[in-house]
């Protein structure tokens, strides 16, 4: 008995070191194939890059619109701009000019992912954009990014799509048998920052969201003090939460107040 005891530590340990190592092979699912020029996908829209502080080269998508407020875009923990592009072509047709950032390791761009690589992807991102007058988007776990690039670079606004409290809370939705939050190195806070984010906050969600559950979210806007969009029957990857109604005209709200 003692032997097998043994043998079943040993094997769980195993298991353990191996998962602390994987670990962002989890986290970040890239799609890192390259993507077509933009202009093939969103009429109008031009292919871009910009330098991150670490010295990666980012490329990007802009569309360009006749409203003087821009929505950069940070997209989740997979795919890459391509996927977003169902997005930005509908806040275009408001007329919002968007950017549609990839970021590393995402896109065919280079580098790996990690929470601190993403958020220096951000305010390369952000500084491309430039001007004061810019909505942030997050989605998912772009939500955790935007929401620290908010506490340094104050939006016009911010918009969190399906946003979690951090990342421990989520992943131990989708790994309730794992020590998720001991085993964790990147942690993307939301809710212990958000309060502190000098801008109006919008948090849309899918009331039938299994991957970031619906409660996270509103504990997101519960911190924010935030106006919630909850999207009847939506699940977290259901095109109604790229470009639903709902979401859009949330976002084409949120730029009318950053205005001028």
């Known amino acids: ?62 569309v360009p619109g006749r409203h003087d407020v821009t929505v950069l875009v940070m997209g989740g923990n997979a795919g890459n701009r391509l996927h977003r592009a169902p997005l ?12 549609l950032m990839d970021y590393r390791g995402y896109g065919g761009n280079p580098g790996s992912p990690t929470e601190e690589g993403l958020y220096l992807d951000a305010l390369a991102a952000r500084a491309f954009v430039g001007g004061p007058r810019v909505v942030y988007f997050g989605e998912s776990l772009g939500g955790a990014v ?14 969190l799509r399906s946003p979690f409290t951090d990342l421990a809370d989520a992943g131990q939705v989708n790994y309730p048998f794992l020590p998720v939050r001991a085993l964790l190195r990147d942690r993307f806070p939301v809710v212990p920052d958000i309060g502190r984010v000098r801008a ?41 939460m790229l470009n639903g109604r709902e979401l859009v005209d949330a976002v084409v709200e949120l730029a009318g107040r950053g205005s001028r």
């Open 200 to 240: 109006p906050v919008v948090v849309v969600y899918g009331a039938r969201d299994t991957i970031v559950p619906p409660r996270l979210s509103r504990a997101v806007a519960e911190a924010a003090g935030a106006t919630a969009v909850e999207i009847a029957g939506a699940g977290h990857n259901d095109l109604v």
């Open 1 to 62: 008995m003692t032997r097998t005891a043994l043998v079943v530590v040993v094997v769980l340990v195993l298991l353990l070191g191996l998962l602390w190592v994987f670990q962002r092979r989890l986290i970040y699912l890239p799609d890192r194939g390259a993507v077509p020029p933009a202009a093939s996908v969103i009429p109008g829209a031009r292919d871009v890059s910009f330098t991150t502080r670490d010295g990666l080269r980012l490329a990007a998508w802009y």
């Open 88 to 99: 930005a072509r509908a806040l275009a047709e408001q007329g919002l000019p968007v950017l």
């Open 146 to 159: 935007a929401t620290r690039l908010a506490l340094e670079h104050p939006p016009a606004g911010l918009v």
